[in-house]
């Protein structure tokens, strides 16, 4: 053994030190590098240039509902109707968005309060099949309205989706008149249907019960339409104005009610459902 191999053999080295692949988040906005956990703290809200990022349907209720809540069992539907295949099964597209998002569907029901006033939220999470709007999110929306007549309580929708689920055809589709007719139901009853418009919000879900809120409320740069841009911009043969389909530019040209940062979100629904509903008692 030579003499430099004896030195280097003798010194101490440390092991390498293992750091997780999800210790940073990179800012979709500002591609700032931020700690994972200070993003998550500061409610997925980038510190550097504040754009708010796509939030978890049970980590939003959490955050949003006082303690006690109840999360309503997802309803059970008929899956994979018309045992669709493109590149992969339908029943394996589904299998593998409940092992990475551990829950059944893209839409989320809880029993609650905000702030001491009654309320059932739904949330729709995008990261389930880009929250694409299917038998179980039509199904799942009604059992909310349902949920909510019954609490005498309004019903607050977090819409997040790319539209309606191709994969199950002609049956997505329908449930935009579904929405709607419940939506009727629950306003004959006298209650409030607050929606709040995140990122992304568009196509069937747009075109039906995310635009038919007694109060439209968006997150700041929230995307939010029916077509995509360029498909407009094609169709038109003209080019779109800056921040077009943007949070925004909807509030301007009064297509939603308010834009509002997510830290002032829970405030600003409770003091809704108290305007809205001054009679309820609180919860």
């Known amino acids: 053994m030579s003499w430099l191999n004896r030195v280097r053999n003798s010194i101490p080295f440390l092991p390498k030190r293992e750091s997780p692949d999800n210790l940073w988040h ?129 019903y607050i929708i977090f819409t997040a989706a790319g539209g309606a689920r191709m994969q199950e055809g002609i049956l997505s589709l329908m449930q935009m008149p579904r929405t709607t007719a419940a939506i009727a139901e629950l306003k004959e009853a006298g209650l409030p249907y607050i929606v709040v418009l995140t990122d992304p919000t568009t196509g069937g879900v747009t075109a039906s019960y995310a635009m038919l809120g007694d109060v439209q409320i968006a997150e700041p740069g929230a995307l939010i339409g029916f077509a995509g841009a360029r498909v407009i911009e094609s169709t038109i043969r003209e080019k779109l104005p800056e921040g077009f389909q943007r949070a925004e530019y909807l509030l301007d040209h009064g297509m939603v009610d308010m834009v509002v940062h997510r830290k002032e979100l829970r405030r600003t629904l409770a003091q809704l459902i108290f305007y809205l509903m001054p009679e309820a008692a609180a919860a």
């Open 26 to 154: 990179k800012c979709r906005a500002c591609n700032a590098m931020v700690f994972t956990k200070e993003w998550e703290e500061n409610d997925f809200v980038c510190p550097r240039c504040d754009h708010h990022g796509r939030m978890g349907a049970r980590v939003r209720i959490e955050r949003l509902l006082d303690p006690g809540f109840t999360l309503m069992t997802q309803p059970q539907v008929r899956e994979d109707p018309l045992k669709f295949r493109d590149t992969k099964r339908y029943a394996d597209r589904l299998k593998a968005a409940r092992t990475q998002t551990g829950e059944i569907d893209a839409l989320m029901n809880a029993r609650g309060a905000i702030d001491g006033r009654r309320a059932v939220v739904g949330v729709q999470d995008f990261a389930f099949m880009g929250g694409s709007m299917g038998l179980g999110v039509g199904t799942a929306f009604l059992q909310g309205i349902k949920a909510a007549i019954e609490d005498h309580a309004p």
